[in-house]
């Protein structure tokens, strides 16, 4: 049973009970209901609540249309393209669109009966409030991810610990593969990943605050941003002077600082001494020396905008 997913399951269940209760209550055409579950069965709480209040907006209108459509000019197929072309704009004006679909397919039934009696009207929109009802009932459970959700946090560290590492390696002549393309495209997709998770997570609860997660995640995209810029500066580095080892010294304790609690205070007052010590120090005496200082310049300007990221990020928090 591995290979039946729990929405799969959750969708098979309640397009079965929507049918059946739809068949129990004597309405025509029970098997719409089914359908209109399996269309409403969505990933979050939040999803599901938007498209079923949508989708109550889309039949409403349909059937107020296809009332007037066909009792004016007649139950054929002309008349209901006219419907079409007339319920479409009408759905995208008021932001319904996730119901154009199945309010269409309950048309139909009017226009295989040919009637709009209120039997049939209201044949119709309970078949469309039983299959979104199910549905709605049915997501009132999600599994929690959250613990999925804090497994990413800790790849994410430390992945990029490991990242780090690697570069106070080069920096000390060592080799290492920090230009590894398939670690950043592997990391970059994990960190995609992590974050939908975090906002599926935000939208499963109405009333708790789950926003952390989310604005985690965006933290450290935005970081792994500055990191790829970072990797690539070390195409410019060619010697390893005074210099490049204490750069590699300080990137070093950046590496054994990424954790979660961190708030890079710290971390920043070294960096701006660095800087200063940097700047007291004689000037380059060779071109080499003079490119090599200025690309850790340059680099050293990434990490403090490594560092502000995750700062202004602990301060929001505390705030």
Same mark, same amino acid.
């Given at each position: 049973?591995?290979?039946?997913?729990?929405?799969?399951?959750?969708?098979?269940?309640?397009?079965?009970?929507?049918?059946?209760?739809?068949?129990?209550?004597?309405?025509?055409?029970?098997?719409?209901?089914?359908?209109?579950?399996?269309?409403?069965?969505?990933?979050?709480?939040?999803?599901?609540?938007?498209?079923?209040?949508?989708?109550?907006?889309?039949?409403?209108?349909?059937?107020?249309?296809?009332?007037?459509?066909?009792?004016?000019?007649?139950?054929?197929?002309?008349?209901?393209?006219?419907?079409?072309?007339?319920?479409?704009?009408?759905?995208?004006?008021?932001?319904?669109?996730?119901?154009?679909?199945?309010?269409?397919?309950?048309?139909?039934?009017?226009?295989?009966?040919?009637?709009?009696?209120?039997?049939?009207?209201?044949?119709?929109?309970?078949?469309?409030?039983?299959?979104?009802?199910?549905?709605?009932?049915?997501?009132?459970?999600?599994?929690?991810?959250?613990?999925?959700?804090?497994?990413?946090?800790?790849?994410?560290?430390?992945? @990029?610990? &490991?990242?780090?590492? $690697?570069? #106070?390696?080069?920096?000390?002549? %060592?080799? =290492?593969?920090?230009?590894?393309?398939?670690?950043?495209?592997?990391?970059?997709?994990?960190?995609?990943?992590?974050?939908?998770?975090?906002?599926?997570?935000?939208?499963?609860?109405?009333?708790?605050?789950?926003?952390?997660?989310?604005?985690?995640?965006?933290?450290?995209?935005?970081?792994?941003?500055?990191?790829?810029?970072?990797?690539?500066?070390?195409?410019?580095?060619?010697?390893?002077?005074?210099?490049?080892?204490? @750069?590699? &010294?300080?990137?070093? $304790?950046? #590496?054994?600082?990424?954790?979660? %609690?961190? =708030?890079?205070?710290?971390?920043?007052?070294?960096?701006?001494?660095?800087?200063?010590?940097?700047?007291?120090?004689?000037?380059?005496?060779?071109?080499?020396?003079?490119?090599?200082?200025?690309?850790?310049?340059?680099?050293?300007?990434?990490?403090?905008?490594?560092?502000?990221?995750?700062?202004?990020?602990?301060?929001?928090?505390?705030?």
């Amino acid at each position: 049973m591995n290979f039946i997913g729990y929405r799969t399951l959750k969708t098979a269940v309640g397009a079965f009970l929507a049918m059946v209760i739809a068949r129990e209550l004597g309405l025509k055409y029970s098997v719409a209901a089914g359908i209109i579950t399996i269309l409403s069965i969505q990933t979050t709480k939040r999803q599901s609540l938007e498209v079923a209040i949508k989708r109550v907006i889309a039949s409403i209108l349909a059937l107020g249309i296809a009332f007037i459509a066909f009792n004016i000019l007649g139950y054929n197929e002309i008349t209901f393209g006219i419907f079409i072309l007339i319920f479409i704009p009408l759905t995208v004006k008021f932001k319904a669109e996730e119901g154009i679909v199945v309010s269409s397919v309950l048309v139909t039934h009017l226009l295989v009966e040919k009637s709009t009696d209120i039997y049939w009207m209201r044949n119709e929109l309970a078949l469309m409030l039983i299959g979104i009802g199910v549905a709605l009932i049915l997501n009132l459970y999600m599994p929690s991810i959250e613990s999925q959700i804090k497994k990413d946090q800790v790849y994410i560290e430390k992945t @990029m610990k &490991d990242i780090f590492m $690697k570069m #106070a390696e080069a920096m000390r002549g %060592e080799k =290492t593969d920090i230009g590894n393309k398939h670690l950043i495209k592997s990391f970059e997709k994990r960190l995609d990943s992590a974050r939908l998770r975090a906002y599926d997570n935000l939208n499963n609860y109405f009333t708790k605050d789950m926003s952390y997660y989310v604005k985690y995640m965006e933290m450290r995209i935005r970081q792994f941003e500055v990191i790829k810029r970072m990797v690539g500066s070390f195409r410019r580095f060619f010697e390893t002077y005074e210099q490049t080892i204490m @750069m590699a &010294d300080f990137t070093e $304790k950046v #590496a054994r600082s990424i954790y979660e %609690e961190n =708030t890079a205070e710290k971390l920043l007052k070294d960096l701006y001494k660095l800087k200063s010590d940097f700047r007291s120090m004689e000037l380059p005496s060779t071109r080499e020396e003079f490119e090599n200082r200025a690309s850790l310049f340059e680099f050293l300007d990434d990490m403090e905008h490594f560092l502000k990221i995750k700062r202004k990020f602990k301060r929001k928090m505390r705030s």
